[in-house]
């Protein structure tokens, strides 16, 4: 299936009641087919993700209705071999993997890691921000739940266990990873965390040869995008998110 087909997302569309869909597109041609698409599922709203190059699929999608709420930058790497990446140790903290049992752990790191976010549902007027902020916990909670060897879970526990961050990997293509989702308490960010455990992900993807990593973050989230960068990925692409509402205000 073609990325500039629309696809369901069941998450969001129970959250915020509403049927949403979400397509990548890069060419007119690509909106036009997406546009074509759209009309079958009678959606209220589309997430449409646009490399940040494509000025004609962004103008074509302004002319029918899209408005730009986020701006994204992709970080990559590559890694051939576990010697070559340094897994890190800590002294008051531990990372392990995740499973279902940390779900309630982690929808609470969510609500509070999310509380002040501003991403492209909080950026649209015509969503609520408290279902906006609801959604992060929530997603958080779905990927403990989800997690296996291949959707790994990573979390970060105090010394009595208390679990205070989490990192997790899902794969978007054969030897090609991202980072779907990931957040630090606040009461702990600052000492390293998420650095650990994006280190520690990429030490264990690198058992096999010559893998890919993706992390994706907002433009304007500096510290994280410095954090990554010291971590080895670089900038790869930017792609900017579109939401097309087919429904009057």
């Not at 890691?113 to 991403?119: K, L, N, Y």
């Not at 649209?124 to 989800?146: F, G, H, I, Q, T």
């Not at 296996?148 to 010394?159: D, G, H, Q």
């Not at 997790?168 to 606040?186: F, K, N």
């Amino acid at each position: 299936m073609s990325d500039a087909l629309p696809v369901h997302r069941p998450l969001e569309s129970a959250l915020f009641g509403q049927n949403i869909l979400s397509a990548h597109v890069a060419s007119i041609a690509d909106v036009d087919a997406m546009l074509a698409a759209v009309q079958s599922h009678k959606p209220a709203l589309v997430v449409v993700r646009v490399p940040a190059d494509a000025i004609g699929a962004m103008q074509r999608l302004e002319a029918a209705g899209g408005r730009v709420c986020d701006i994204l930058v992709t970080l990559s790497g590559r890694m051939s071999g576990s010697a070559s990446v340094h897994q890190p140790a800590m002294q008051e903290f531990a990372v392990r993997r995740g499973d279902a049992s940390d779900a309630t752990a982690l929808r609470a790191i969510g609500a509070r890691a999310f509380s002040e976010f501003v991403g492209h549902w909080h950026a649209d007027p015509r969503l609520p921000r408290e279902l906006a902020d609801e959604l992060y916990a929530r997603w958080a909670s779905d990927l403990a739940k989800a997690s296996s060897e291949l959707r790994p879970l990573y979390v970060v526990a105090t010394e009595d266990g208390k679990i205070v961050s989490f990192l997790a990997l899902a794969e978007s293509e054969p030897q090609r990873w991202h980072v779907p989702l990931t957040a630090v308490d606040p009461a702990f960010q600052g000492r390293g965390l998420l650095c650990t455990m994006l280190l520690t992900a990429m030490h264990d993807l690198a058992t096999s040869d010559d893998v890919a990593l993706d992390y994706e973050t907002q433009l304007t989230n500096r510290a994280a995008i410095s954090t990554v960068s010291r971590c080895g990925l670089v900038p790869s692409i930017s792609r900017l998110t579109f939401h097309l509402w087919t429904t009057q205000q």
